[in-house]
């Protein structure tokens, strides 16, 4: 039976936290509420919260869940099925244990009358601020499952972009993989014994495999855990700065500013956003709202900047386009469309138009980059490989010709 954390406030308005097990999060309110407690927040505390990277990669890859769940839902509630006998229907069919419990609380709460956007909102692992803004506007408006059907297609959009980005990683870190491994044993096994063979004679070995003996030793001997402990250590503090608001800001700079992956970064920026703003506007929410929630997923801290600027414009009656164009992010060419949108009053259809339009010249450009790579990692992988080869090999043909 899972465990769940909890925080609440008793009747003389304490705090009071700790940990229960229940079947489910509704279950676990039912027994704080039956020991006088007021719950304020309760999160399951799943096993593999603690278990390092491969649980945290399993939790990003739930997400994905929400693709399916909205997609059945969106059909069920546009064939006239009520919503919390469709919650039932997921909930039976869910085969993800911490899915299924997250949709049986969000069940249990809507039907106490608690708003589906509200029951929504404590499960930030499946469901995004996105989302949840959509859905209250669904519930709001009446067209809930307009909306869901409008977020299914947009979740399926956003993951297709970004397995293509994945995809595109793949083959190289798999040569860059293979070519560590052959270095590495080389220098640990191949070449220390080779060397050693020819020392015994009393011969000078070439520079080059002195080094890579060298490197070997270092690699075997317990110096190696120092420097990968120093390696980490660095790579620590270097997260730690960048999570503060001034090292995100110029590590979003530096990405901008680069050569030849910069403008696609850029691309992919804009099209999140054009895309996001676009969805949001077509399922019924106002400007200053969507920029809102827009803002909080841009994932730039300069494209962020820009969008809340953009939106105290919107409230004090200008545009939105001049911050969109200062900003730096934004090309010219696309914030003179925003303005032609906003202008003609079709923002929405404009802003879907630039996005699609983004997103695929960005494709163009990953393949491009993708079959550019791919040749140049085989010729520098090749160089190593043939440096290495060549100094294992060397110490034997002069031996062999009596040249030591």
């Known amino acids: ?14 705090s009071a936290s700790g940990t229960l097990t229940a079947e489910n999060p509704f279950a676990a309110r ?22 390092g990277l491969f649980s945290r990669a399993i939790s990003r890859n739930r997400k994905g869940l929400a693709s399916d769940f909205t997609r059945q839902l969106a059909t069920m509630l546009n064939a006239g099925i009520k919503l919390t006998d469709a919650l039932t229907v997921l909930v039976q069919q869910q085969p993800d244990p911490r899915f299924k419990n997250a949709l049986s609380d969000i069940r249990d709460r809507v039907v106490t009358g608690e708003s589906f956007a509200d029951a929504m909102a404590e499960y930030g692992d499946f469901f995004d601020i996105i989302f949840i803004s959509m859905i209250r506007v669904g519930e709001v408006t009446g067209t809930l499952g307009a ?25 190289p870190c798999v040569l860059i993989l293979g070519c560590m491994a052959v270095v590495i044993f080389m220098s640990i096994y191949v070449i220390p014994k080779i060397a050693e ?25 317990p110096w190696i855990l ?13 997260q730690r700065m960048l ?44 400007m200053a709202d969507s920029l809102k929630v827009v803002a909080e997923v ?50 929405e259809k404009m802003l879907r138009n630039i996005s699609d339009t983004l997103e695929s010249q960005s494709d163009i450009v990953i393949e491009r980059l993708s079959a550019a790579m791919e ?30």
């Not at 063979?197 to 001997?221: F, Y």
């Open 1 to 14: 039976m899972p465990r769940f954390a909890y925080s609440a406030i008793d009747i003389n308005r304490k």
């Open 30 to 51: 039912k027994q704080l509420r039956g020991k006088g407690l007021h719950p304020t927040s309760i999160r399951e505390v799943a096993v593999d919260e603690h278990s």
């Open 147 to 171: 909306s869901l059907e409008t977020m299914a297609g947009f979740i399926d959009k956003r993951r297709r972009v970004e397995s293509k980005m994945t995809t595109a990683m793949i083959y």
């Open 197 to 221: 063979q020819i020392e015994k004679t009393g011969q000078q070995l070439p520079w080059i495999t002195r080094a890579l003996v060298a490197s070997g030793r270092i690699l075997a001997s």
């Open 226 to 238: 120092v420097i990968l402990a120093g390696l980490a250590g660095l790579v620590w503090l270097l």
């Open 243 to 286: 999570r503060t608001p001034r090292g995100a800001h110029l590590r979003d700079r530096v990405l901008l500013s680069l050569p030849v992956f910069g403008p696609l970064i850029k691309q992919r920026i804009v099209a999140r956003f054009t895309s996001t703003l676009s969805t949001l506007l077509r399922s019924g929410m106002s």
């Open 298 to 347: 841009t994932g730039n801290t300069i494209m962020n900047r820009a969008v809340r600027q953009a939106r105290e414009r919107i409230l004090s009656g200008a545009d939105i386009a001049t911050p969109l164009r200062d900003s730096g992010v934004i090309d010219p060419t696309i914030a003179h469309m925003v303005t032609v949108g906003e202008k003609s009053g079709e923002l």
């Open 375 to 404: 040749p140049c990692i085989i010729v520098v992988l090749a160089i190593i490989i043939g440096t290495i080869t060549y100094a294992a090999l060397m110490p034997l043909i002069k031996f062999s010709a009596g040249q030591m």
